[in-house]
């Protein structure tokens, strides 16, 4: 699992949090919210042992994830930016005046299941999920061009057999007016004679 812990907070104060694993998160999480400076946004992520503990501070509300070091950065922040967007739009401004772990009960379920899907699920990583698409989008040109191709190679036989049967017809032409002068010259004997 790459994410493995992960807290919203108020300043210092900590409104939710869940703990995938039993480690010393929650303690280390806590230094990293007494030192992040000001109430300025902010992007940061900070090492600790093997894993990467990332920050998002955004309008005094910040998130904050343990993520294995093999998790990189493009995950964790998506996974803070998601979960920032549904804390604030399940808890508004009651944000502003809650008291720690006033939202624990409720949205620990929805860290735990956010974790669990950013973890497992390659649709989670935008740019992944894009390169999926451009390459089913190539495989269909790709498809696309072989059946113009393909259509192409049946129009140039059809084009070498529209011109094989107008040279027939200009030569049927010519034998049918050769005849024709025959058999009038043959009529014009018959008739002389």
Sequence with gaps: MAILYALVARGSVVLAEFSATSTTANAIARQILEKIPGNNDTNASYSQDRYIFHVKRTDGLTVLCMADDTAGRRIPFAFLEEIHQRFVRT??????????????????????????????????????????????????????????????????????????????????RKQARRFRNTVWWRNVKLTIL
């Design 91 to 172: 808890y508004g401004r009651a944000v502003l005046s809650a008291q720690a772990y006033a939202m624990n009960d409720e949205f620990s379920r929805v860290l735990s299941q956010q974790m669990e899907y950013f973890s497992n699920d390659p649709n989670a990583d935008r740019i992944n999920r894009l390169r999926g698409e451009m390459s089913q989008v190539r495989n269909v040109m790709i498809e696309n061009i072989d059946k113009v191709l393909e259509r192409g190679d049946r129009l140039e036989l059809l084009v070498d057999k529209t011109a094989n049967m107008q040279g027939n017809t200009f030569r049927f």
